[in-house]
């Protein structure tokens, strides 16, 4: 690789974590004035970085472009294959994987046990009802509260068994039981017979890619057999997020007790008895 394209590339890290004007980005790349304004001018020939009035740089439009391109052509299907796979033979169930479009949520893959003695009707492509359905709560409890409200709002509710949500505000209570604990369940909701959960798929920032589920039919396992597998699933989905670019955040170390405010004792000179 050419210096000068390393450099530009340093220049850009260096303007994306704050050195903003030729005089600081000179100094810390150790190159003359020049040398770097020369570089800068290509890149805000490009859209890469933007110049100010005041002449300080910052990050411009084109570098954006090319991440948001990155993040829509992030295959998320083809990046959780693998550990998927892994998941269904742990598990020995079926495993879907969803997509969300902001309002619609589409079964984009469907992994089953090679000797499933029971096949579901779910099919690559057809929709996951937001009401009724893991995967559906798991990615209505990911809006932000306004657009989750909104949502709920504007969704239809057909009864599909006796266990299935039917108003707004108890879809709303149950995403927001979601939100907090991380993962999602469909007690025979959805169909009579299968109890599924399902957890998300993070890529960068956090932004929810896909949702991942495990479907089991109530003649193979009970339901609270179906939950006792959130730990697997959360730890597949954990590795695909990973490998899709999702980056968590370090834990943040708990703040020390504070040392008591005890005051020492003062010694006191010991009185003599009086002799009788």
């Known amino acids: ?83 998927l796979r892994r998941l269904r033979d742990e598990v020995g169930q079926t495993v879907h994987v969803a997509a969300f479009d902001g309002r619609t949520a589409t079964y984009v893959d469907k992994l089953e046990p090679r000797d499933a003695a029971v096949r579901m009707a779910s099919r690559i492509g057809s929709p996951a009802a937001l009401h009724c359905t893991a995967v559906g709560k798991v990615f209505l409890a990911a809006l932000p509260l306004p657009e989750r409200e909104a949502l709920a709002d504007a969704l239809d509710y057909p009864r599909l068994t006796p266990n299935t949500l039917t108003s707004p505000r108890e879809l709303l209570a149950a995403a927001a039981e979601v939100a907090e604990r991380g993962w999602a369940y469909d007690d025979a909701e959805n169909e009579t017979f299968i109890n599924c959960v399902g957890a998300p798929v993070l890529g960068p920032g956090g932004r929810v890619l896909a949702a991942v589920s495990i479907s089991v039919p109530d003649v193979l396992l009970p339901r609270d057999a179906v939950h006792d597998l959130v730990p697997q699933l959360l ?11 999702y980056l968590p955040a370090p834990p943040t170390e708990p703040e020390p007790d504070p040392e008591p405010d005890i005051k020492p004792e003062t010694e006191t000179e010991p009185t003599e008895e009086p002799v009788p």
Do not use: N
Request: glycine share 8%; with cysteine.
């Open 235 to 245: 730890s597949a989905t954990r590795e695909v997020s990973r490998a899709c670019g």
């Open 1 to 83: 690789m050419s210096q000068s394209l390393l450099r530009a590339i340093a220049l850009l890290e260096r303007v994306a974590a704050g050195t903003a004007t030729l005089g600081e980005l000179a100094e810390a790349e150790g190159v003359h004035k020049s040398t770097v304004l020369r570089l800068l001018r290509v890149l805000e020939d490009s859209g890469y970085v933007q110049r100010t009035d005041d002449f300080r740089y910052s990050l411009g439009p084109g570098l954006f472009r090319l991440a948001q391109q990155a993040l829509d052509d992030i295959d998320v299907r083809a990046l959780a294959a693998p550990r």
